[in-house]
C-alpha cells in the first residue's frame, strides 16, 4: 500500500528554523489528510497541523503563526516549516495519513527535531 518516510529533523538552535518533508508512495499518496504530529518524552503524541488535498488546514495554538504546513501533490509530499523554535518544540515529529479528518491509518518513522543552545 505505500509508506510514508520522513526526513529534515535535526538539532537546532532556539529561535532556529527547520523543514520537514513526508514523501507518500502508493495509495497512501491520494489519502484525503496528512498530518504533522509530534511526542516529546514523557507526553502524550499530538496533532501539530494536518492539510487536506483541497489544502485546508488546521494548527494546534502552539504552532500557530511559527509553523506553516504544505501540500505538493504533484509531489506527494507534505511539509512543514517551524519558524522561530523553542526548547519546548523538541519531539519526535511523525508524519500521517488518512482517509478522513480525525482518522490516521498510515504513520511514518518519525524524524527527532531538538532545540536547545
Known amino acids: 500500500q505505500g509508506q510514508l518516510v520522513e526526513s529534515g529533523g535535526g538539532l537546532v538552535h532556539p529561535g532556529g528554523s527547520l523543514r520537514l518533508s513526508c514523501a507518500a508512495s502508493?495509495?497512501?499518496?491520494?489519502?484525503?489528510?496528512m498530518g504533522w504530529h509530534r511526542q516529546a518524552p514523557g507526553k502524550l503524541r499530538e496533532l501539530v497541523a494536518r492539510?487536506?488535498?483541497?489544502?485546508?488546514?488546521l494548527y494546534t495554538d502552539s504552532a500557530k503563526g511559527r509553523f506553516t504546513i504544505s501540500r505538493d501533490n504533484a509531489k506527494n509530499t507534505v511539509y512543514l516549516q517551524m519558524n522561530s523554535l523553542k526548547p519546548e518544540d523538541t519531539a519526535v515529529y511523525y508524519c500521517?495519513?488518512?482517509?478522513?479528518?480525525?482518522?490516521?491509518?498510515?504513520w511514518g518513522q518519525g524524524t527527532q527535531v531538538t532545540v536547545s543552545s
Open positions: 500521517a495519513a488518512g482517509p478522513m479528518l480525525g482518522k490516521y491509518d498510515y
Open positions: 502508493g495509495s497512501i499518496a491520494s489519502l484525503y489528510v
Open positions: 492539510i487536506t488535498t483541497r489544502g485546508s488546514t
